[in-house]
């Protein structure tokens, strides 16, 4: 890339935090066993479950977001059944139909700011059951749900648990994509934390590499055998990393000294300046985000001023040809970096 | 692990090549676009044409070795195709059934020293052929082979030549799968170059998780868009990276300075070490194999005192009460566990 | 079933039309060879190239409406692709994930009495192909159409016309649904005939289920050779007869002396009588249905009155505790039912 | 055909016996609710419990066999698992990877006349799972047999109980495909009873479509739920018949008046007078075969000379250029047709 130019477009633009990379080097030939049963591997599964207050979690390591959806939705779902999630949602539109390649139909609920509600989730499994061809249909097996959403947005822990418990009556699982987590996790408007999750969902994974590791999602089952064979079915979906030490190492290191969270706060301090400087600029916030994506609507002349020393993240054409851009900040924006863009601004 | 013992069980027991995590580090904070368009994957391809002489060639980059045989097979096969295969083939026993899971048979042959030869496959073809009901059944749609094998041995070059030509002769494609392919090349007993590979194969990969790389497969295609819409194929399997460039920068390195071939010697001069040492002592080399994994038929007596200070993989049982143990080598394999090894044999 | 009761709820409640049977019996013993090869099948598909004016169709006989889809949507998309239908489509809500289970997603777009138009089917297609992520996202590889749609409603010639005219500009395929074909043929508004089906689709199929046969549907591909492998694809989704001399018998009988259509009028003659009595009694029309099936919105006491004396089809419930219910005729709905509905309303 | 040819070729060349084609005519016009939900297949069900001695039974009817296989073991099998089967078994060659198409492999055996025994089950089964590398594997998961097999064979009563212990103490199902039952039943060698299949299978099929129906299998779960929603999994796959009456009235006929059993012995008597001359006049039997189906190895000069009057089904050529021919015989052979081969052997 033209090195003067800023870079907000994403945030998996970089490697992995320093700590990572050291932790890698430090245990670079050490002889460990494949396929995640190895020490660092095990010691991060302990970590992760202190972190979730889940003493018994069942944790496996994966190697991306798309392919942990697909395996916890594939193994989770009956082959009769199909998955409750947002219009907008991932495992709807860019997943490259990898949910039905498992064979799965994914039923959409209208979005609202990218969430779902539980009355909506309530109504879908309501029209389901009350239809007298139900038996013709796709069965709602799980919910679909991410935090943060693909439009940044949170879910409150009132919501979550509201949802959980229209779950928990009609015995459908949830599933939270934590691909973003950290942003979640670190923000101050959120209230909802691992144990949380851990105590609301059948299964989450928090996000490795939209936060801060080279690559690499930490699938947690609170309840231990929730689904059999799992170790098996992701090698059938081709997911089982053979040197599963080096996602342990990662995820270790993620979750020492709580870094996780604190990479997390680097991103949304820098998300906060940026939005700061925006609304005094006058500018068009399509969304309110609180982590670290934030969605600004722009006029012709203000994307082309824009674009032309920044690296945004197109988002959508609206109708009145105003152009909807992403920026994202990571665990590694600078603060000049964002200098240089709050200067832009 | 216990650090007094000697790890000879894999050829994935350690990170990466120094040479690599040198680069990875170098690079971490450069930023680069997502799921391999940077240009460290670029490079890569660059040089791996090079190095097949294989100019046009399409090049993706996977994560692992069942995941690149699954999107390759599942790609190349048309649904009412199945792949023939040795009994003892990677995709015949030990992907789970990821090939069944993307609804392709494996159609079975019995290997000699973990090779099928050309005559094997065109007697399966003709006996497909030549069935009144074979419109009941499952067409070979292509031949998947691994050089070297689940057994160590190569193909020779004269081998690998009549296969394609009986594969071009039934219109159907040849993959070769190269999860090993650095501990071929570095042998002298091999007569099969990269671009004899690139000549003689529809598609075939490179492994970089057993040759010296954290992960990574590198996919070959020598005539682009052999597979259209490979790039959604790959993601709707869960195999597309986020950060390519962290495996672009791995098979960057791996191809600069002969670095791929290097790592290879390294591991077949101490395999060749361990091999005539095993021969003065009189052991049962199981099968003859050239590469840097030694099959052994041991004795229970044998058995116990080598795997009390070694640690080595159990490959079978005999029906004599002997066992079959593999030892390999690999880029990490110092002189001084060689020695060490060799004290105890 | 009561012998009292009126039964107006489907249009496969009986057997076959009289004349089938008979043919059936004639050719009891007569021995056939299998899978469809036999003489009958072949004159059956011989008078539908005729009725068709498509004297190069590749024709194959399945034997009911979902298995009929989910074998051609299967066939006829790759596995990147999804299909285009109506959100109230029979391969969207009906076949229990049929579609999915092949591996496909279902795109749905809003219906207006169950049909969707040439304009909206191009608008998913210039989202999709504008979308700068769409490599993420599933191609939309065809669109499913049902004539008559689930709603009872027609596409007249012209907006056909359009929808396929889109769909070969975006060079994807056109499927009808003609499970109630029958029902649109004999109808007086439509303008659509076999002829025209042949010549905007890419594949469509003849109802024989709900259209006076036993079971059995003849899939039309009005370019031979569209799918390769038919043949063994429907014998992988196990929707092979056997005995496909039962099949063509069958379809050889519907295509004789007008049959096809002569029930169909039997049908739509019955329906046309009730919707007249239904407006006279100043019955709400939930939908403005020209064929055999007439959806009524009913008031609570509407409905116990009717449902007492008469079986009709549950539909919906609307918001003001109304209930739709379908009244259905068929080529077997006699005059004598058809009084005594009358009478009843 | 023509019609001074003498057919023996296969036992599906016909429609429907007599007694079913009657039944269906005198029920025609009666209405019934669809989807296997009338009153037909309900006694159908009643009297099917009553031959198994399985009050209990939960029983389906699907239309072929290849259909009934693959949704039985797509349903019963785990996404983990796979069947073990005789290498000459229907799933394993002769339904076009239908098995496969659902995601399952088929785990072979060699076969002895046609069938596996109870160690050779055992012995694939203690191979996985005393294979250290199991996980990577695909687990057995259930048992497919056939009864008559491929070859016509039976399994004996104690055959048959020692491969139902070998299932149970594995805790894998044991599926019995009786495509041509009525064949084995009334073989007078055949010690195996409905009610043994009942109580030894966790689910088999009962043939109609080669045992005297235009089509159909009844699908016989002897423990009911054992296979939750297989319904909306039947309709999933294409298989769920909109007149399920039509099933309903074609094996309720078979099973009233022992009509199945009978039929089964014209096939039995007519087959064992062919085999009596084929001994007599030294034909090569090339297996021993007590049911419907003869297998017969002849010369170029036998073959020319049978084939020419006769219509025979080609089995396989031998390696000394001889041919195996099989002469199936059914409901429908008759005498006359029995005393014409006898003139020609």
Chains 1, 2, 3, 4 share one sequence.
Not at 91 to 114: D, F, P, R
Not at 207 to 229: M, R, S, Y
Request: glycine share 8%; proline share 3%.
């Amino acid at each position: 890339m033209v090195d003067d130019k800023l870079y907000f477009a994403s945030d998996y633009q970089e490697g992995a935090h320093p700590a990572i990379l050291r932790r890698l080097l430090e245990n670079n030939l050490t002889k460990s066993p494949g396929y995640g049963t190895d020490r660092f591997s095990e010691n991060a599964r302990r970590l992760i479950r202190q972190a979730c207050l889940a003493p018994e979690a069942e944790i496996h390591f994966l190697v991306g977001g798309t392919q942990a959806n697909a395996v916890i939705l594939d193994t989770m779902l009956k082959p009769y059944q199909g998955v409750i999630a947002a219009d907008t949602g991932h495992v709807s539109v860019h997943e490259a139909g990898a949910i039905e390649h498992g064979g799965h139909k994914v039923l959409t609920i209208l979005h609202q700011n990218g969430k779902i509600s539980a009355d909506a989730i309530r109504s879908c499994l309501e029209a389901y059951w009350q239809d007298g061809n139900h038996e013709h249909m796709v069965m709602p097996g799980g919910v679909y749900l991410s935090q943060p959403t693909e439009y940044g947005t949170l879910y409150s822990l009132s919501e979550l648990e509201a949802i959980s418990a229209v779950c928990r009556s009609y015995r459908i699982f949830l599933h939270v994509d934590g691909a973003r987590l950290a942003y979640a996790l670190a923000c101050p408007e959120n209230d909802v934390s691992l144990s949380d999750l851990a105590r609301l969902c059948d299964v989450f994974y928090i996000g490795g590499t939209k936060c801060g590791a080279l690559f690499g999602e930490a699938v947690v089952f609170p309840t231990p055998g929730t689904v059999p064979h799992f170790f098996t079915m992701v090698k059938q979906h081709g997911a089982l990393l053979a040197k599963g030490h080096i996602t342990g190492i990662q995820f270790e290191t993620l979750f020492t000294d709580g870094l996780y969270r604190e990479l997390g706060r680097t991103a949304i301090a820098a998300a906060d300046r940026i939005r700061a400087r925006l609304r005094e600029q006058g500018y068009c916030l399509t969304y309110d985000t609180p982590t670290n994506q934030i969605f600004i609507t722009l006029s012709p002349s203000q994307l082309n001023r824009l674009t032309e020393k920044a690296e945004l993240a197109f988002f959508e054409k609206t109708d009145d040809s105003h152009t909807v851009m992403r920026i994202a900040t990571s665990w590694a924006t600078t603060d000049e970096d964002v200098e240089k863009l709050l200067a832009l601004l």
